[in-house]
C-alpha cells in the first residue's frame, strides 16, 4: 500500500524559514517523480514543485522560484520541501504526491493527508 | 502559463442522477488531462489521466472524454460519496508547470 506521511508544517513568522518532509513507502520511491501541491484556505489546489526520480531535475511554480527548493534522499525514500523568505500568501495546506511517471511531472495518483503551514506575525 | 477554466462552479444534483462537468484550456493540451475528487478535510483523490483513463479502483460510473482544450467528467448515477469537489488538471507543458481549473462541486439537490 502507498503511504505519504508528511511532516515538518507549522506557525512561521514573515520571512522565515520551515523544512517540509515527506516519508514514502509502498513502491519503489526513485522510479517516480514527486510533487509538492497546495492549497490555501478554502481555495483550489496550486502546483508548487516537481523533482524527477533520479533528483536530476527539478522544476518550479514562479510563484515560489529562487525561494523554495525540493529535494529527495532515495535511499531513505524522503521527499523534501526548504521554504526560504515565506510570505502570507504561502500559507496553506502542503501535499506531496507521487507522479504516474518518472520525468517531469504529470497526473499524481497518490497523495500525503497534508502539512499545515502558517505565515503570519 | 496554460489556464484551465471549470464549469459551472457549483452543480446540484439528485441521487442516481447523471453529473456533467466541463474543464476548459487556454490551449491546446491534447490529452493530458487529470480529473481529481476532494471531500472536505480530505487529500484529493485522481480520478482521470489520459483524458479518459480511469485510476486504479475507480468505479466505472466515472468517465472521461474529449481532447484539445474542451473536456467533461461525467458521473453516470450519483451516489452519496460522490458530492465532492472535482478538479481538473493540465500536464501538457514542458518546462513541467501544472495548472488546475478553479473546482466544480456537486452538491446534493
Known amino acids: 500500500e502507498v503511504q505519504l506521511l508528511e511532516s515538518g508544517g507549522g506557525l512561521v513568522q514573515p520571512g522565515g524559514s520551515l523544512r517540509l518532509s515527506c516519508a514514502a513507502s509502498?513502491?519503489?520511491?526513485?522510479?517516480?517523480?514527486m510533487s509538492w501541491v497546495r492549497q490555501a484556505p478554502g481555495k483550489g489546489l496550486e502546483w508548487v514543485s516537481v523533482i524527477s526520480g533520479s533528483g536530476g531535475s527539478t522544476y518550479y511554480a514562479d510563484s515560489v522560484k529562487g525561494r523554495f527548493t525540493i529535494s529527495r534522499d532515495n535511499p531513505k525514500n524522503t521527499l523534501h520541501l526548504q521554504m526560504n523568505s515565506l510570505r502570507a500568501e504561502d500559507t496553506a495546506v502542503y501535499y506531496c504526491?507521487?507522479?504516474?511517471?518518472?520525468?517531469?511531472?504529470?497526473?499524481?495518483?497518490?497523495w500525503g493527508q497534508g502539512s499545515l503551514v502558517t505565515v503570519s506575525s | 502559463e496554460i489556464g484551465m477554466t471549470q464549469s459551472p462552479a457549483t452543480l446540484s444534483v439528485s441521487p442516481g442522477d447523471r453529473a456533467t462537468l466541463s474543464c476548459r484550456a487556454s490551449q491546446s493540451i491534447s490529452s493530458n488531462l487529470a480529473w481529481y475528487q476532494q471531500k472536505p478535510g480530505q487529500a484529493p483523490r485522481l480520478l482521470i489521466y489520459?483524458?479518459?483513463t480511469r485510476a486504479t479502483g475507480i468505479p466505472a460510473r466515472f468517465s472521461g472524454s474529449g481532447s484539445g482544450t474542451e473536456f467533461t467528467l461525467t458521473i453516470s448515477s450519483l451516489q452519496s460519496e460522490d458530492f465532492a469537489l472535482y478538479y481538473c488538471?493540465?500536464?501538457?507543458?514542458?518546462?513541467?508547470?501544472?495548472?488546475f481549473g478553479g473546482g466544480t462541486k456537486v452538491e446534493i439537490k
Open positions: 509502498g513502491f519503489t520511491f526513485s522510479s517516480y517523480a
Open positions: 489520459g483524458a479518459s
Open positions: 504526491a507521487k507522479d504516474r511517471g518518472k520525468v517531469g511531472a504529470t497526473s499524481l495518483d497518490y
Open positions: 488538471q493540465q500536464y501538457n507543458t514542458w518546462p513541467p508547470a501544472l495548472t
